[in-house]
């Protein structure tokens, strides 16, 4: 997840840095696709619970689907194209669970 939050005197925030394979699971929102920015329209971008409830989703969907997000793309800067394209995942061809499992 791209946020922990704990309660230690209050709300901690603790992230890592979206690198490599972990792009495909990223919230759009926490992806910083300016091109250039200057220090006064800069904006630091925080994760909030939506945006790991949307890595959590993803997470899930590879788990059902065995393959990761975006799997038809092979280097990350196409998936990073797809993304700023407003690209969502493609939903699997045929159902993952059935109401007998």
Same mark, same amino acid.
């Given at each position: 997840m @791209?946020? +922990?939050?704990? $309660?230690? /005197?209050?709300p901690t925030f603790a992230t890592f840095l979206h690198a490599g394979g972990a792009l495909r699971w990223a919230?759009? $929102? +926490? +992806?910083?696709?300016r091109v250039s920015e200057t220090e006064e329209n800069s904006s630091e971008v925080v994760p909030?619970?939506? @945006?790991? %409830?949307? @890595?959590?989703? /993803? %997470?899930?969907?590879?788990?059902?689907?065995?393959?990761? +997000?975006?799997h038809y793309y092979s280097r990350e800067t196409q998936v990073l194209h797809a993304i700023s394209k407003g690209e969502i995942p493609k939903r699997p061809n045929q159902a993952l669970v059935t109401d007998r499992q």
């Open positions: @791209s946020t +922990l939050l704990t $309660e230690l /005197g209050g919230a759009p $929102e +926490l +992806l910083d696709l909030t619970p939506r @945006s790991d %409830i949307h @890595s959590f989703g /993803g %997470i899930m969907l590879q788990v059902l689907t065995g393959k990761v +997000l975006y």
